[in-house]
Protein backbone atom coordinates (compact mmCIF):
# COMPACT_ATOMS: atom_id res chain seq x y z
CA UNK A 1 0.00 0.00 0.00
CA UNK A 2 0.88 3.43 -0.64
CA UNK A 3 -0.06 6.78 0.50
CA UNK A 4 0.28 10.08 -1.65
CA UNK A 5 0.08 13.10 0.04
CA UNK A 6 0.24 16.61 -1.81
CA UNK A 7 0.77 20.40 -1.14
CA UNK A 8 1.78 23.68 -2.57
CA UNK A 9 -1.32 24.75 -4.75
CA UNK A 10 -2.47 27.98 -4.83
CA UNK A 11 -3.75 30.64 -6.89
CA UNK A 12 -1.07 32.48 -8.99
CA UNK A 13 -1.29 35.03 -11.94
CA UNK A 14 -0.92 34.03 -15.66
CA UNK A 15 2.84 34.10 -16.39
CA UNK A 16 3.73 33.03 -12.81
CA UNK A 17 5.08 30.37 -11.23
CA UNK A 18 4.47 27.16 -8.49
CA UNK A 19 5.69 23.89 -7.39
CA UNK A 20 3.80 21.02 -6.53
CA UNK A 21 4.90 18.42 -3.79
CA UNK A 22 3.67 14.93 -3.32
CA UNK A 23 4.89 12.51 -0.54
CA UNK A 24 4.82 9.27 -0.62
CA UNK A 25 4.89 6.78 1.97
CA UNK A 26 4.88 2.93 2.15
CA UNK A 27 6.77 -0.07 1.53
CA UNK A 28 7.15 -0.26 -2.48
CA UNK A 29 7.01 3.73 -2.59
CA UNK A 30 10.63 4.25 -4.11
CA UNK A 31 10.32 1.61 -6.01
CA UNK A 32 7.16 3.55 -8.41
CA UNK A 33 7.01 5.29 -11.04
CA UNK A 34 5.36 8.76 -9.94
CA UNK A 35 3.26 10.87 -12.33
CA UNK A 36 1.09 13.81 -11.86
CA UNK A 37 -2.22 14.34 -13.49
CA UNK A 38 -4.99 17.48 -13.38
CA UNK A 39 -8.71 17.58 -13.98
CA UNK A 40 -10.52 20.99 -14.73
CA UNK A 41 -14.02 21.21 -14.00
CA UNK A 42 -16.09 19.70 -16.68
CA UNK A 43 -13.09 17.67 -18.10
CA UNK A 44 -11.80 14.68 -18.13
CA UNK A 45 -8.59 13.90 -15.75
CA UNK A 46 -5.68 14.21 -18.37
CA UNK A 47 -1.62 12.86 -17.98
CA UNK A 48 0.90 15.86 -17.10
CA UNK A 49 3.88 14.38 -16.30
CA UNK A 50 5.44 11.31 -14.83
CA UNK A 51 8.99 10.30 -13.70
CA UNK A 52 10.37 6.44 -13.45
CA UNK A 53 11.95 5.31 -10.26
CA UNK A 54 15.34 5.71 -11.00
CA UNK A 55 15.04 9.09 -12.08
CA UNK A 56 15.75 8.45 -16.19
CA UNK A 57 12.83 8.41 -17.43
CA UNK A 58 10.72 11.36 -17.80
CA UNK A 59 7.11 11.76 -19.55
CA UNK A 60 5.39 14.88 -20.47
CA UNK A 61 2.47 16.25 -21.96
CA UNK A 62 2.98 18.25 -25.37
CA UNK A 63 0.85 21.21 -23.52
CA UNK A 64 3.06 21.25 -20.94
CA UNK A 65 6.71 20.41 -22.18
CA UNK A 66 9.38 23.10 -22.38
CA UNK A 67 7.31 24.84 -18.96
CA UNK A 68 6.81 22.00 -16.53
CA UNK A 69 9.87 19.62 -15.04
CA UNK A 70 8.58 16.50 -12.64
CA UNK A 71 11.40 15.30 -9.89
CA UNK A 72 12.54 13.16 -7.48
CA UNK A 73 13.87 13.75 -4.01
CA UNK A 74 16.82 12.41 -3.10
CA UNK A 75 15.01 9.27 -1.08
CA UNK A 76 12.90 9.12 -4.19
CA UNK A 77 9.66 9.17 -1.78
CA UNK A 78 8.74 12.80 -2.76
CA UNK A 79 7.92 13.76 -6.31
CA UNK A 80 8.25 17.52 -7.38
CA UNK A 81 6.15 19.33 -10.18
CA UNK A 82 7.60 22.66 -11.05
CA UNK A 83 5.19 24.71 -13.24
CA UNK A 84 6.83 27.52 -14.96
CA UNK A 85 5.17 30.35 -17.41
CA UNK A 86 1.52 29.12 -15.96
CA UNK A 87 -1.54 30.05 -18.16
CA UNK A 88 -4.95 30.17 -17.00
CA UNK A 89 -5.82 27.10 -18.94
CA UNK A 90 -3.39 25.36 -16.40
CA UNK A 91 -6.25 25.70 -14.08
CA UNK A 92 -7.45 22.44 -12.10
CA UNK A 93 -7.06 20.14 -9.42
CA UNK A 94 -3.60 18.11 -9.79
CA UNK A 95 -3.37 14.82 -8.16
CA UNK A 96 -0.30 12.69 -7.56
CA UNK A 97 -0.17 9.08 -8.56
CA UNK A 98 2.01 6.28 -8.42
CA UNK A 99 2.40 2.89 -10.10
CA UNK A 100 4.67 0.23 -11.67
CA UNK A 101 4.56 1.37 -15.07
CA UNK A 102 5.76 4.51 -16.25
CA UNK A 103 3.06 5.92 -18.77
CA UNK A 104 0.70 8.40 -19.54
CA UNK A 105 -3.02 5.93 -18.81
CA UNK A 106 -4.23 7.12 -15.40
CA UNK A 107 -5.65 3.24 -15.53
CA UNK A 108 -2.24 2.27 -15.25
CA UNK A 109 -1.86 3.98 -11.85
CA UNK A 110 -2.67 1.83 -8.46
CA UNK A 111 -2.51 4.49 -5.95
CA UNK A 112 -3.80 8.63 -5.95
CA UNK A 113 -3.73 11.61 -3.75
CA UNK A 114 -6.47 13.08 -2.82
CA UNK A 115 -5.32 16.42 -5.30
CA UNK A 116 -4.49 20.25 -4.93
CA UNK A 117 -5.98 23.00 -6.29
CA UNK A 118 -4.10 25.19 -8.98
CA UNK A 119 -5.92 28.53 -10.07
CA UNK A 120 -4.12 30.92 -12.78
CA UNK A 121 -5.74 34.12 -13.25
CA UNK A 122 -5.39 36.10 -16.15
Known amino acids: QVQLVESGGGLVQAGGSLRLSCAAS????????MGWFRQAPGKEREFVAA????????YYADSVKGRFTISRGNTKNTVYLQMNSLKPEDTAVYYC???????????????WGQGTQVTVSS
Open 51 to 58: INWSRIIT
Open 97 to 111: ASGPATTRYSKEYDY
Open 26 to 33: GRTASSYT
